[in-house]
């Protein structure tokens, strides 16, 4: 089972080798050091051969994938993109010198393509090492000046992974505080747990030291601790010493040294070896399962993306125009299932297309709508629109053309939400569409296509705005066309107002009349019968364009005048809500004016006057204590002379403007609220007839007329593929030949 193990990651290591970053995160021992570490060393002695090539300044400049592969055979080498075995291992290196000066130049330049080397035998380890370039920090020769930085983001690249597990070799001999190894792999593994101490040069440190606090995890703690051993010195490199005598000599010295021998530390390269694998074996085991995983859902995306990506681009006129078709069609069908909520995009980052479109409808234009009222005019405003209404005329009631001047401008508020209403659901369209375009996968390949179809989108989209904003604007407009005061709604405000303002004008003591009493010449009927008829006699009314001598009754809150002439000709004067007013005659009589609203309403009103005219000189104050007793306190009989006027108006507000002016803002604001109302479910149905859904229904055949299909130039032009869609087919096409490579890999385990 292990050595299956250990074939299976070997062999998927070279499927993916192709290709410049793995894509899936593979169980790997990458070995980190610096140039002086004796990191090279270290590998010849695991492998058991020389094979790494030597000399001054950066020798390894890409990285080396090292397969070992215990099996019975005579040992041998061979390169994953080579054919033939090579037995004689001074050649690897000449191998390894000639592919890195392809890859990476002459010029001791370093490239991030793996370079992957076998080995098969008897005597080799079932392991798998990565080679890094050495950490260095000084370009050499003609190495570019940033060539530290380029190495680094290298090793980086390996050791970060989280399946990685880091080879940290570092010289013994050198505090280990300045341990170029550990400092990188304590940059992507802060508390040590998948890095692995190696310790070189232990036989070089000086007479009296030993690495126990270094072994111990004093100084730098590590989970999997650290190992040392004893590379061969220059003189045994350059002296050819076999490797064999190499190994026995490393263990003399453990064995002889008076820290070493007795410690139960693990020591040496053949205990390095074995650790190493256990190491690796145990990560496989428990990663292969999840790598696994990965493999087939990576496999499934890159069958989609090549569904997308097509095995070519359209040649022929036929093909691009059925290229142009299908990219029309799926455009719109896409973005009719955003429209309808079928929209696969994740949407818990907030609201997007018809949710948000409802939002506005639901929400922000009521809130925006509802925050206008008749506060808008001031009461200086509605006490002047009221009283130019009037003009010379008494202003007792509320005038019509008042009211509608004043309405039309709190009206006209509503123009400013709507515009922004229809400009939020405009905008969201947009920002749909674009986002529909985006999720287009066939669409993506073709960019001018594409861009032609998010052109010919906003042209609509502006039509429709333009066509909508222009209907909302209209809807508007039509409230203020016709001011309707008939509105069942309005009028029972209206009456309620009218009635509950004019009860509580009122003063507490005063009751309207409860029973019927006839008044003869402005006197009760408890006084003379002599003086009520010869009252009777010279008491008149202004009725039918004459005056007529008339008899008086006061039944509850109405003054009826019957003339004598004519009983059945009774004429009916409502005196709540009136104005009484008295004038002095020329021959020394009174006339009293009652004008009254009549019954076509209070803001649509018409004003009507009754005339009463005495010329037995009696006071004008009784008569008016007659019609509304105790209600207007102290009249004066007389206003300065002949001629003169006195007035007592009895309204809602008793008298003043400011009161005035208050109920016709309190009518105003109720009508507005009517218009907002009838706005607020007016708008939005608009917006979806003439924008929402003219937008959709219309979005398919415009694209089809806007681009013109017979133009064989034309549509060639709209799917010619770009240089980075070529590129990016040939590097899923890789992906996808690699990952299923990766399958039968795993279907052998």
């Given amino acids: 089972m292990l050595d299956d193990l250990h074939a299976v990651m070997n062999k998927l290591h070279e499927a993916f ?14 070995v980190v050091g610096s140039q002086s570490s004796g990191k090279s060393s ?47 291992f001074e050649k690897v290196r000449e191998v390894i010198d ?12 370093v490239s991030e393509v793996p370079l992957i080397l076998k080995f098969f035998g008897r005597n080799f380890p079932n392991l798998s090492l990565v080679d890094l370039p050495g950490l260095t920090m000084v370009p050499v020769a003609d190495q570019p ?26 010289a013994a001999n050198q505090d280990i505080a300045n341990s170029d190894a550990l400092h990188t792999a304590r940059m992507v593994d802060p508390d040590g747990l998948r890095t692995l101490g190696v310790l070189t040069k232990v036989d070089l440190m000086d007479e009296g030291t030993d690495a126990r606090d270094i072994l111990m995890g004093k100084m730098y703690p590590l989970r999997l601790g650290y190992i040392p051993v004893v590379n061969r010195s ?34 040496g390269i053949p205990m390095l070896s074995k650790r190493l694998s256990s190491v690796l074996e145990a990560h496989i085991r428990t990663q292969l399962p999840e790598i696994s995983k990965k493999i087939k859902s990576m496999l499934r995306e890159t069958q989609e993306d090549l569904v997308r990506y097509g095995v070519r681009g359209p040649s022929t006129p036929f093909e691009c125009r059925s290229t142009v078709m299908k990219a029309i069609q799926e455009f719109c069908e896409k973005f009719r299932e955003a429209m309808n909520g079928e929209s696969r995009r994740n949407t818990y980052k907030g609201l997007f297309g018809p949710a948000r479109i409802r939002e506005i409808f639901r929400n922000e234009f009521p809130q925006e709508v509802a925050s206008l009222d008749a506060s808008y005019l001031s009461d200086k405003e509605i006490q002047m629109a009221r009283r130019n209404a009037v003009g010379l005329h008494a202003d007792l009631f509320v005038p019509n053309s008042a009211f509608e001047t004043l309405i039309k401008r709190l009206i006209d508020m509503l123009h400013d939400p709507t515009s922004t209403c229809v400009q939020k659901v405009s905008d969201e369209i947009d920002t ?14 073709f960019a001018e296509l594409k861009q032609t179809i998010s052109l010919e989108c906003r042209s609509l989209l502006n039509v429709k705005t333009t066509a909508a904003a222009e209907f909302a604007r209209n809807l508007v407009e039509m409230e203020k066309s016709y001011v309707n005061t008939e509105h069942p709604n309005f009028i029972n405000y209206r009456d309620t107002v009218y009635k509950q303002t004019h009860m509580n004008a009122l003063p507490a003591q005063t009751q309207p009349p409860s029973q019927t009493t006839t008044y003869h010449s402005g006197r009760t009927e408890k006084e003379n019968v002599s003086q009520q008829q010869s009252a009777a006699e010279h008491c008149s009314a202004y009725i039918g364009r004459e005056w007529q001598d008339v008899e008086l009754k006061l039944d509850g809150q109405e003054l009826r005048l019957i003339p004598k002439s004519n009983p059945h000709g009774t004429q009916t004067v409502p005196l709540l809500g009136s104005n009484i007013s008295v004038r002095e005659l020329w021959d020394g009589g009174q006339q009293i004016s009652i004008r009254y609203q009549s019954s076509k309403g209070w803001v649509l009103h018409s004003t009507d006057e009754m ?5 037995d000189g009696q006071s004008a104050s009784r008569w008016v204590m007659m019609f509304k007793p105790d209600w207007l306190g102290c009249l004066p009989e007389s206003s300065g002379g002949r001629g003169g006027r006195a007035s007592a108006k009895i309204s809602p507000s008793g008298g003043s403007d400011v009161s005035e ?12 609220e009517l218009v907002k109302r009838s706005t607020t479910d007016s708008i939005p149905k608009a917006l979806m007839l003439k924008l929402v859904q003219s937008f959709e229904t219309n979005l398919y055949p415009h694209l089809m007329q806007a681009i013109d299909l017979d133009n064989d130039e034309v549509v060639a032009d709209l799917t010619k593929e770009s240089l980075e869609i070529v590129r990016r087919r040939q590097e899923v096409d890789r992906l996808e030949g690699a990952l299923r490579k990766a399958i039968l890999v795993l279907r052998e385990l």
């Fill in 661 to 672: 002016s208050g109920i016709l803002r309190q009518l105003l604001q109720q009508y507005f």
């Fill in 234 to 267: 220059q003189k045994d490199i350059n002296d050819k010493k076999p490797m064999q005598e190499s190994l026995k000599a490393e263990q003399l010295f453990f064995e002889n040294h008076p820290v070493y021998r007795n410690s139960k530390f693990e020591k």
């Fill in 98 to 109: 000639k592919e890195t000066d392809k890859v990476a130049g002459k010029q001791k330049g």
């Fill in 145 to 170: 000046a940033n060539i530290g930085q380029l190495i680094r983001e290298m090793v980086m690249g390996f050791i970060s992974r989280p399946n990685c597990i880091i080879l940290a070799v570092s």
């Fill in 17 to 30: 080798a192709p290709l410049k970053i793995p894509p899936i995160d593979l169980p790997q021992i990458a």
């Fill in 432 to 445: 749909l569409f674009h986002q529909t375009i985006s999720d287009c996968k066939f669409l993506s390949r």
């Fill in 42 to 88: 270290v590998l010849e002695s695991i492998v058991g051969y020389d094979f790494l090539p030597r000399g001054s300044g950066i020798c390894t400049r890409r990285p080396l994938i090292i397969q070992l592969t215990c099996c019975d055979v005579q040992d041998y080498a061979e390169f994953s993109h080579l054919e033939g075995r090579i037995t004689d």
């Fill in 611 to 615: 005339q009463l005219k005495i010329s």
